[in-house]
């Protein structure tokens, strides 16, 4: 699969290059009290980025005054699994170089699939913060390499991605709410699917490595 640059005019559609903040106590903390597991793990809200002052720079100037949490995604990954989406934009950066594999959500066909031919890779340098639009599919960050890690900053609204609603569904996509503003397409290989998901990737499962 062709990596493309952030800079490249295709990411113009998915998403966002972000600029005019100072990341560095922020990609400090991250190194220091985040793990690099071998499994990709997903932690929504961490304490000490919490606690950090470019936080509510965050919340003030990109979410406009929104509640936000500061998560993470780290550990080493090189396939797609899923597809997910939110009902707002999610917030990047990473200490290490990362690729994030991408879709929009306007590919999605009437039976609520996917294709995956029509997904796109994206290199994301270490140290970037990119905009991740609401109306794109994304999931978690690919390592650039097979034994290469990423820690990976999420920022999204608060509450993203904790405990589901209950209600009852009645429509295709109800069914795919995974968690609290979370809407999630599983590939059919992925664990998720195991596990239970809707499967809404049709093609094959994409590796990087291969």
């Known amino acids: 699969m062709k990596i493309n640059s952030i800079y490249d005019e295709k990411f113009k559609k998915y998403g966002n290059i972000i600029e005019g903040y100072d990341v560095k106590e922020l990609l400090e903390t991250m190194e220091k009290v985040t793990p690099l597991p071998e499994k990709v793990v997903y932690v929504p809200e961490q304490k000490e980025l919490q606690e950090l002052k470019i936080a509510k720079e965050m919340s003030d100037r990109l979410f406009g005054g929104m509640p936000i949490q500061l998560g993470w995604c780290n550990g080493h990954n090189t396939k797609l699994n899923c597809f997910e989406y939110h009902r707002d934009s999610e917030v990047n950066i990473g200490t290490e170089d990362f690729i994030l594999i991408l879709g929009s959500r306007s590919k999605i066909d009437k039976d609520w699939m996917f294709d995956t031919k029509d997904a796109e890779a994206f290199f994301v340098p270490k ?49 795919l709410l995974t968690a609290r503003n979370k809407w999630l397409l599983a590939h059919p290989e992925s664990d998720e699917a195991r596990g239970g998901a809707v499967i809404g990737l049709k093609g094959i499962n994409i590796d990087l490595i291969e």
């Open 127 to 175: 140290g970037v913060m990119v905009e991740v639009y609401a109306t794109t599919l994304h999931y978690a960050p690919c390592s650039v390499k097979k034994e290469c890690g990423f820690r990976v900053l999420v920022v999204l609204p608060k509450g993203t991605n904790l405990e589901k609603p209950e209600f009852t569904c009645t429509n295709i996509e109800d069914t």
